[in-house]
């Protein structure tokens, strides 16, 4: 039993990314197969990305795998004050790994983590694993090397507001 195509159509056309319709596709039935082989049940699988700082040997690698928030709601939120206090921790290290995935958030919660990344004495790496859009665009930049793969998306734009 294959996936149907049309259920994969509709959930991409409501959160407006028809293009990855086939990627999707792809992949969902790679992993329903994967599933299948060890129980005939079909289970909702959800991936979530999460914040994490690993040290290894004289390294740190930090994933930036949600939201830049000063309210750290989800496991994947990251916020300003998190994120210093455990920059703050690593004295030893010298070399930070950042890995973003991230559409952004807080303006001025990104602008202190791009800060506070500048400030340590560490040299900074900046990936972009999948998006680093907005103020994560801003924090990909306080890297001393900055690496984006041909699969990624750095999405700058003008900053803007609204009033009521």
């Not at 994969?8 to 969902?28: D, K």
């Not at 197969?33 to 930090?62: G, M, P, R, W």
């Not at 791009?114 to 990909?140: E, P, Q």
Request: proline share 1%.
């Amino acid at each position: 039993m294959k996936l149907n195509i049309s259920l994969v159509h509709f959930l991409l056309r409501c959160v407006q990314l028809p293009h990855l319709e086939s990627l999707v596709y792809t992949l969902l039935n790679t992993l329903y197969a994967y599933i299948k082989k060890y129980n005939n049940d079909v289970y909702l699988i959800i991936v979530v990305f999460n914040y994490s700082l690993v040290t290894q040997d004289n390294e740190a690698h930090i994933n930036i795998y949600g939201d830049i928030t000063s309210w750290e709601w989800f496991e994947s939120d990251v916020s300003s004050y998190t994120l210093s206090k455990e920059l703050n921790a690593l004295q030893d290290v010298e070399v930070i790994n950042v890995y973003l995935n991230s559409y952004g958030g807080e303006v001025s919660e990104g602008l202190a983590i791009y800060n506070a990344l500048k400030r340590h004495k560490a040299k900074v790496k900046t990936y972009t694993d999948g998006f680093a859009c907005s103020i994560a665009s801003v924090i990909f930049m306080a890297g001393d090397e900055r690496i984006v793969y041909n699969t990624s998306l750095l999405m700058i734009h003008n900053a803007w507001t609204w009033t009521a």
